[in-house]
């Protein structure tokens, strides 16, 4: 059985940052150019600080790519920090224990509220934030949408695509259009803060202006959506290969993301079952066949029933909280003294909302990928092309058509 792994290595300020995926079929086609153009999505989005003006991220293949294609081995790559030349000396991983005692290096010990800052450093037992923050900070998530990148490169050999795009910031709600559009990407990506309503775009702009004259930060809500999804990837039989809770885990792990809903989400506690359910009905023509020739007359499930697709769209609402960094501190308390003190003003962003949907797409498409060749396997992308092509025959024609 084959299955997608990924891991990343690296921190904010170090040399770069390192992205491993495993599992993936050979025959892929693959360019450093697939994962930049997902890599400069990242980048984008009203709000972000000064760090996305030094850096430029692009990919170095290591392994596991030749010629344009996959190889089935583990593809490992490389991004390089460009503000790695300004952290040399704090981040030196010798230095010596005098540029302490001389001030030359200092100690952050303002731990920031809301940061992975003073949890960290009881729990690994530091004496100095910075060893929590460097790998807590979300510049990891660049190797994340590297990975993710990969994933999609496969997902689209088989039809899949995956779209996203910010429907409230800062206390302002987008208007989502009844029929979104086909290539949701071409049409978000030009906002500056990835909405497709021109009116809350310009308010949610206005209000992050605000905020950074506050010292102040803002989060928000971004929606994922995947389609042609075949029915039946994940699983209703055990616990963990529910494929709605494997969705879950991944992006909720994401940085400052504290809530997650599928479809209806959480307003469907709220309806009575008549309001909720998707109503069914056959399907015959073209275009169904991934989901069996039968179609839900709503999609208020997002996609899946019991933790397996329905061949709908699979629908994510991913809620960002504000950035924990803020330019007018909060109260805290100084881990070198214990006494009462103000956080550490970092320098950070106003908002990332834009940025926290593009790597929602890429977390979503690595569970994805990993359901799609856990189901349909093959060591090569034509072998998993036939198993899925075999099983969309099947399924279409289960209803007698
Ligand atoms: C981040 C703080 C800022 C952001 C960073 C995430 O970095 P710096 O401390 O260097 O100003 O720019 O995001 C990125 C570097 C990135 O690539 O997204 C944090 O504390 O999480």
Same mark, same amino acid.
């Given at each position: ?17 390192? !992205? ?5 079929? !050979? ?88 940061? /992975? ?10 004496? @100095? ?14 190797? %994340? ?5 990969? /994933? ?23 208007? $989502? ?29 206005? %209000? ?9 930060? /803002? ?58 359910? @998707? ?16 179609? %839900?007359?709503?999609?208020? +499930? ?30 805290? $308390? ?12 970092? %320098?950070?962003?106003?908002?990332? $909302?834009? +940025? ?5 797409? +890429?977390?979503? /498409? ?25 099983? $969309?025959?099947?399924?279409? !024609?289960?209803?007698?058509?």
């Amino acid at each position: 059985m084959t299955r997608i792994r990924f891991t990343t290595a690296g921190e904010s300020h170090g040399p770069g940052l390192v !992205a491993v995926v495993e599992g993936l079929p !050979a025959g892929v086609p693959l360019a450093a150019a697939d994962v930049d153009a997902e890599l400069a999505r990242r980048q984008q989005g009203y709000g972000r600080g000064r760090r996305m003006q030094i850096e430029h991220d692009t990919i170095e293949f290591l392994s596991g790519v030749r010629a344009g294609e996959t190889l089935g081995s583990p593809v490992a790559a490389l991004v390089r920090n460009r503000d790695w030349k300004n952290w040399h000396e704090i981040m030196d991983p010798a230095p010596r224990p005098e540029d302490y005692a001389s001030g030359r290096k200092r100690r952050l010990t303002r731990v920031r509220p809301g940061h /992975a800052d003073l949890s960290g450093i009881f729990k690994y037992n530091r004496s @100095d934030a910075r060893d929590i923050l460097e790998r807590a900070s979300a510049r990891e998530t660049t190797a %994340r949408v590297a990975c993710g990148a990969i /994933a999609k490169r496969l997902l689209a050999e088989v039809g899949i695509t995956i779209g996203s795009h910010v429907i409230h910031l800062g206390g302002i709600d987008a208007v $989502v259009p009844a029929e979104l559009p086909g290539d949701l990407n071409a049409a978000a990506d030009p906002s500056p803060v990835r909405t497709l309503d021109k009116d809350a775009e310009a308010r949610m702009i206005a %209000r992050i202006d605000d905020l950074r004259k506050a010292g102040n930060t /803002a989060g928000g809500i971004a929606e994922v959506i995947v389609r042609n999804l075949p029915v039946g990837l994940g699983s209703h039989v055990s616990w963990d290969r529910k494929l709605d809770g494997r969705l879950a885990q991944a992006i909720l792990s994401i940085p400052a993301v504290k809530g997650m809903e599928f479809g209806a989400g959480f307003e469907a506690a709220r309806r009575s079952g008549a309001e909720v359910h @998707d109503e069914m009905e056959p399907a015959p023509g073209a275009g169904y066949e991934r989901r069996g020739h039968v179609r %839900r007359r709503t999609n208020r +499930a997002g996609g899946l029933e019991g933790g397996i697709t329905t061949g709908e769209p699979l629908v994510i609402r991913v809620a960002m909280k504000p950035i924990s960094t803020l330019m007018k501190p909060l109260a805290t $308390v100084d881990f070198a003294t214990g006494e009462p003190a103000m956080a550490a003003a970092e %320098r950070s962003d106003v908002t990332a $909302v834009p +940025a926290m949907g593009v790597i929602a797409e +890429a977390m979503a /498409a690595l569970v994805l990928a990993d359901a799609v060749t856990e189901k349909f396997g093959g060591d090569s992308l034509d072998e998993l092309r036939r198993n899925l092509d075999a099983y $969309v025959s099947h399924v279409a !024609a289960r209803l007698g058509r």
